[in-house]
């Protein structure tokens, strides 16, 4: 079956740690965005990134860093500097295309908690 | 920027009854894409629904259908005989049609929709 899968579904980190979230996708789609997801706020684009080995900042890329050295995978490394990193993580992937209403396909998400 | 407002935080229906929520954006552009997600408990994002601003007709799928005023910025999901399963949060959703292929989407907060027995 094709999708998105990311991994852990629960991670708990201490301060001052870096942890990775990983996100893989059978889609042999092009794009992948990460997407924070925080009570009352909807979703907010972290990073993006349109095709292998190039990637964009998003609206709250600050703490955050990526790679994309494959189609399928898209990391997003949390960083010690993200002052508030306990959120939802959405990770999700498109058939990147100007003038066309291209599905997003979203993952199952990861729920990362800072004790 | 473009902004996307859902000004009902919550919002209940009885069960095979209709339910209508609302949705409106700001754009200075004339050519855009607007979505309805729906995320149950299960937190998976799911497409509902997705309608083209040159597009004059209002998209339906099924039991959701959306009222698109394109001059008044306006963009509500009707939801029609509700389900049970139809209980979830759901977010209004931009994307600019410019600016080459970056398909960012920007969310609304969301409405959270209770469906009573």
């Known amino acids: 079956d094709g999708g998105i899968t990311q991994s852990p579904k629960y991670l708990f980190r201490k301060e001052g740690q870096n942890v990775t979230l990983s996100c893989e996708q059978n889609?042999?789609?092009?794009?992948m965005y990460w997407y924070r997801q925080d009570p009352g706020q909807g979703l907010r684009l972290i990073y993006y990134s349109q095709i292998v080995n190039d990637f964009q900042k998003g609206d709250i890329a600050e703490g955050y860093s990526v790679s994309r050295e494959k189609k399928e995978s898209f990391p997003l490394t949390v960083t010690s500097a993200q002052k508030n990193p306990t959120a939802f993580y959405l990770c999700a992937s498109s058939i990147p295309g100007q003038g066309k209403s291209n599905e997003q396909f979203f993952g199952p998400g990861t729920r990362l908690t800072v004790l | 920027a473009q902004t996307v407002t859902q000004s009902q935080p919550e919002m209940s229906v009885q069960e095979a009854e209709t339910v209508t929520l609302s949705c409106t954006y700001d754009?200075?552009?004339?050519?855009?894409?607007l979505f309805w997600y729906k995320q149950p408990p299960s937190r998976q994002m799911i497409l509902v629904i997705r309608?083209?601003?040159?597009?004059?007709q209002n998209a339906t799928e099924n039991r959701f259908s959306v009222n698109f005023q394109k001059a008044a910025k306006s963009f509500s999901l009707k939801i029609s005989d509700s389900q049970l399963g139809d209980a979830a949060m759901y977010f209004c959703a931009y994307r600019s049609a410019y600016g080459g292929a970056t398909n960012k989407l920007i969310f609304g907060t969301g409405t959270l929709l209770a469906v009573q027995p």
């Open positions: 309608q083209e601003a040159y597009k004059q």
């Open positions: 889609l042999n789609h092009d794009a």
């Open positions: 754009t200075s552009e004339s050519d855009y894409y």
